[in-house]
């Protein structure tokens, strides 16, 4: 298995680092999996709120995945109409790649026509702008993730850690997922 996630400049840093967690716990307790970060191009990037991260490889060199995840924040709407990215998303697609989208990243899948006649789902406060930007996209408002097969969306920044969890579980099984979920001692209960 493996894995790229996507880096942009203002990407959400959680967006990403919930799910690059996830799974490279999971890559911990199988070598079979791998996880790598890819941009644009290799090198820095500056996220959304100022982290920044190297890009371990460019879109030219990454090669086959099997699972992208692409993350939301304000760098998204950039991306949106740029067809470069409606090319890169569209061609992995069309390779197999299991696409999966965090918050806003999911508006960068229907704007490449990913998302056409399918269930999404994205941040609460651009649900509105999803469902304008596909054909016959079903928005869940209230879904924290939806998993249509090989298009895979979640809901808003923390949604990306049970996105993951969730393929874990879906790629490797429950127990696996278990394990990783009890690794990371996520088990939310929010304070407030």
């Keep these: 298995m493996r894995i790229a996630v996507h880096v942009f400049?203002?990407?959400?840093?959680?967006?990403?680092?919930?799910?690059?967690?996830?799974f490279t716990t999971w890559a911990m307790f199988d070598d079979t999996v791998e996880v790598i970060s890819v941009a644009r191009e290799a090198g820095v990037v500056r996220c959304a709120k100022g982290l920044e991260v190297v890009a371990q490889t460019g879109w030219e060199e990454l090669g086959?995945?099997?699972?992208v995840v692409y993350p939301g924040g304000r760098g998204t709407r950039a991306h949106l109409g740029?067809?470069?990215?409606?090319?890169?998303?569209?061609d992995l697609h069309a390779a197999g790649t299991?696409?999966?989208?965090?918050?806003?990243?999911?508006l960068v899948y229907a704007d490449a026509g990913?998302?056409?006649?399918?269930?999404?789902?994205?941040?609460?406060?651009?649900?509105d702008r999803l469902g304008e930007l596909?054909?016959?996209?079903?928005?869940?408002?209230?879904?924290?993730?939806?998993?249509?097969?090989?298009?895979?969306?979640?809901?808003?920044?923390?949604?990306?850690?049970?996105?993951a969890l969730h393929l874990v579980a879906r790629f490797a099984g429950a127990d696996r997922a278990r394990e990783v979920r009890r690794y990371l001692q996520y088990d939310p209960q929010p304070p407030v």
Excluded: K
Aim: glycine share 10%; proline share 5%.
């Design 9 to 22: 400049d203002d990407a959400e840093e959680l967006d990403w680092v919930g799910p690059w967690e996830v």
């Design 64 to 67: 086959p995945v099997d699972l």
């Design 82 to 90: 740029d067809e470069a990215i409606r090319s890169w998303v569209r």
């Design 98 to 106: 299991t696409m999966v989208s965090v918050c806003t990243g999911s």
């Design 114 to 127: 990913l998302l056409d006649g399918r269930p999404a789902t994205t941040h609460w406060g651009t649900l």
């Design 134 to 163: 596909g054909r016959d996209l079903r928005v869940r408002p209230d879904d924290r993730f939806v998993d249509d097969g090989d298009v895979v969306t979640a809901a808003g920044v923390s949604a990306g850690i049970d996105v």
